[in-house]
């Protein structure tokens, strides 16, 4: 059974920190594309930021690429997404996924596996 874990949401206010994590079991590692989309409410879900671990190839959305990075722990069979100089529009839902060799980039069709949201809230 596929299992996506994701975890490290919570509270935080305006120009604070978290880091959420993704812990994959009952797939390949190296063979998808691990990533994080958000959904906001009333918005379309979007990729926030995806890593393929077999070669460190990564794809974020460009607005966010100076706050966010991904990062990987392959031993752990973790997918990681620090988030910084959080602001209220990160606010939403963050979900994890899993694609098929490559990232879907920021088209959430035809991604293989979700894990269950973790809620980010951003405060001003």
């Known amino acids: 059974e596929v299992q996506l874990q994701a975890s490290g949401g919570g509270s935080v206010q305006a120009g604070g920190s978290l880091r959420l994590s993704c812990a994959v079991s009952?797939?390949?590692?190296?063979?998808?594309?691990i990533g994080w989309f958000r959904q906001a409410p009333g918005k379309e879900r979007e990729g926030v930021s995806c890593?393929?671990?077999?070669?460190?190839?990564?794809y974020s959305l460009t607005s966010l690429k100076d706050r966010f990075t991904i990062s990987t722990d392959a031993a752990k069979n973790t997918v990681y997404l620090q988030m910084n100089s959080l602001k209220p529009e990160d606010t939403a839902v963050y979900y994890c996924?899993?694609?098929?060799?490559?990232?879907?980039?920021?088209?959430?069709?035809?991604?293989?596996?979700w894990g269950k949201g973790t809620l980010v809230t951003v405060s001003s």
């Open positions: 890593i393929t671990p077999s070669d460190g190839n990564t």
């Open positions: 996924s899993a694609n098929y060799i490559y990232c879907t980039g920021r088209d959430s069709n035809g991604v293989d596996y």
């Open positions: 009952g797939l390949a590692f190296d063979a998808y594309g």
